[in-house]
């Protein structure tokens, strides 16, 4: 009874990682849009149809075997052993889009890439939610990269670019946003904070990310 809870967590700090790239995108994107929503400029930013984004083909096999991995990891993070560090391929990131729980709303809705130290993320969603009936059938299209660096166990997310349509985002607002550090409310959960501390580099290259634990004292 006692071991499901802690299970959940245990994924919770490490999806809440890929998370902060999700969360990150839609929130900046919700901004963007609320603000040209309010200077009635949103129409032209919208498509009649979603763009098409990068298929992952994979088998559910492999999503329990991605996701067992990840839960290893953690696992020897806490019993404060060194574990190999944890390698995760675009397609592997993007399959836990797919068959995490948390995150399956975004299944065809948002894709994540890997390029060097930058995290890139392409979006279509749509806006049938938005309370004008004329935006039903509309879809938001776009794109953003984000940097990342890891010292003394802090994690830094940052954005370095947003598009909307193709529309890079005004550097006033875009210079806003590059402020503010993503991971900053991870460090609110002790547990989380605790496990940060015993990383000592996440390296972002071409088509994977690398999370590297501190060595033994």
Known sequence: MSEEPVRRRRGCCFYGCLG?????LLVAVGLFLGARYLAGQLMGLTDPAPSPLP????S???ATSVQE???????????GTTPEPLVLTEQEVNLLLASVPD?????????ISFGSGQVKGQVSLPLDGLPLSRFKGRYLNGAATFKTSLDNGVLIVTFDSLQVKG?????????????????KDLYQNPQTAQTMSKLEKIEV???RITVKPKPPL
Not at 170 to 182: G, I, M
């Open 20 to 24: 902060l790239f999700v969360l990150g």
């Open 55 to 58: 298929k992952v083909e994979a």
């Open 60 to 62: 559910s096999a492999l």
């Open 69 to 79: 991995r990840i839960k290893a990891f953690g696992k020897a993070l806490d019993s």
């Open 103 to 111: 995150l399956r709303p975004l299944k065809d809705r948002l894709y």
């Open 167 to 183: 529309q890079q985002l005004p550097k006033e607002f875009l210079s806003q946003l590059q402020r503010d550090n993503l991971a």
């Open 205 to 207: 290259s071409e088509g």
